[in-house]
């Protein structure tokens, strides 16, 4: 498909002027550039049952967890079911419940939670989540869920397979669904200090991070360790440190300018540059192959009165059309908006432009990095 090389023009357009524009472009909080080591999400996760639908749970044939857990939980209750037969279930779904436990979660604090169905329940809708337990990387169970299924969408159907959906009716959320029943050990300010980590390694960046903080706290506060992570001292009291954090989260520092970089999708086509990407002197020859292959199809009737049957018969037909080849000459050190439009220029679209920088960078006149995702 060819495709929308104006906007990738217009985005060159605006990066080229950013460019002139740097010295001017204001500075990031460490709150934005950093994270602090030990403060930390920590994923969550249970198996739980979800009751109560109306007649779209799991089939429980093709499902046989689904009545395991449904015996096992009415045994816990007191309930003894016969060991032949099969249960006949269709309000019930088995699901995986998900969450994340914040940073300095305490016991008592409720989180959200989402559900999701892991068998073949059509909906989740109107359902009711059964007390479930949700553990840690560990084993360990730091939070109990339970509570009503919210689905946002719906769905209806109709005899002789007729039926219409809107949005995602397997999934579904819990605000406030699941009480936490642990908390996390923290070894914030062991030792009276913090390690600040960027989010992106790179030494300048952390050389300017330690001088902004020695220049707010005084010399010798900073320390970078390495080109992503920061030791910091801090205070000794708790309800300094906490105070200390909170000045130092809210320092502005201006980032040192990013590698030059291309990221290319292969499967959507996409290419995004930043603003520092250059190229050498090349030159890039580009040509439109086009193979076209179809049938002609010629029907003859008999004349009238003679005992002729009707004959079809098809004629194939291959056809190879190559548009000439154009020769693009690219003088080195061309930026970023020089690239698009030289590229627009010999009709590339983003496949053909996935190619190219391909082919650049291996003969080495791409100056940056290329990732494909």
Known sequence: M??????????????????FLAPLAHAERLKDMTSIAGVRQNQLSGYGLVVGLDGTGDQ???????????????????????????????NVAAVMVTTSLPAFAQPGQNIDITVSSIGNAKSLRGGT?????????????????????????????????????????????????????????????????????????????????????????????????????????????????????????????????AAAKVILNARTGSVVMNQAVTLDTCAISHGNLSVTIGADTNVSQPAPGSRGQTAVTTTPSVEIKQDPGKVLLVKGGASLAEVVKAMNSIGASPQDLLAILQALKAAGSLRAELEII
């Open 2 to 19: 060819r495709l929308n090389f104006p906007l990738l023009a217009l985005c060159a357009a605006l990066t080229a002027t950013s460019t």
């Open 60 to 90: 429980t044939s093709q499902t046989p967890f689904t009545v395991q857990s449904i015996i096992a939980m009415l045994q816990q209750k007191g309930v003894n079911l016969p060991p032949t037969g099969q249960l006949q279930l269709k």
């Open 129 to 257: 989540l059964l007390m479930t337990p949700l553990h840690g990387a560990d084993g360990q169970v730091y939070a109990m869920a339970q509570g009503n299924v919210l689905v946002g969408g719906v769905g209806a159907s109709a005899g002789g397979g007729v039926q219409t959906q809107v949005n995602h009716l397997s999934v579904g959320k819990i605000s406030a669904g699941a009480t936490v029943e642990r908390a996390v050990a923290s070894n914030l300010g062991e030792n009276n200090q913090i390690r600040l980590e960027l989010n992106n390694t790179d030494f300048a960046t952390a050389s300017r991070v330690v001088e902004a903080v020695n220049n707010q706290f005084g010399a010798g506060t900073a320390t970078a360790l390495d080109g992503r992570v920061i030791r910091v001292r801090t205070p000794a009291s708790s309800d300094a440190r906490v105070s200390f954090i909170g000045l130092l989260e809210n320092i502005d520092v201006k980032p040192a300018a």
